[in-house]
């Protein structure tokens, strides 16, 4: 098997031995949840802000296609511009945390739609030089198969 590794530590739970969550922090202040970790909060400026596992799904806010390979740096993808594959990205609102940023596995804007229902997964982001794969986090439409190895979703709790 692969060696795999987070893009950055600190941004999801890892290594994913169950449905992996992003990290965020909440401000023991004020309240706000934000992502990804601050040290301080961004609304109040308190110190005191806690380390919190976000909700592993939410649903689409608002979408858009990224139709050309962005550019490097800071982009550091192993794709080249002909090997590029446009692909969407959206902001996910998290019930009452945070909107979350993130790609989204389904590039075609015909399968999404605003107020859809969308789960955390992650996805290939890159190859090291010595062959380690570097994963990153992203949205799959909440009806769409798992990804190969990724665990069955838990049932909703209401």
Known sequence: MMQQKPVA???FTWPPSTQPRLIGTECTA???????????CVRCGSPDAKERLLADSGTLW???TQGFRPPSPPYDGSDTAAT????AIGYIELPGEVLVEARLTEPDPEKLSIGQRMRLTLV??????????????????????NQPGEPDQPEEQS
Not at 124 to 145: M, Q, S
């Open 9 to 11: 530590d600190g941004l």
């Open 30 to 40: 004020c309240g706000l949840v934000s992502f990804p970790t601050e040290s301080h």
């Open 62 to 64: 608002t979408f858009t």
């Open 84 to 87: 590029f594959e446009p692909y």
């Open 124 to 145: 290939p982001y890159t190859v090291d030089a010595d062959g380690t794969e570097v994963l990153t986090f992203a949205f799959a439409p909440a009806d769409e198969p």
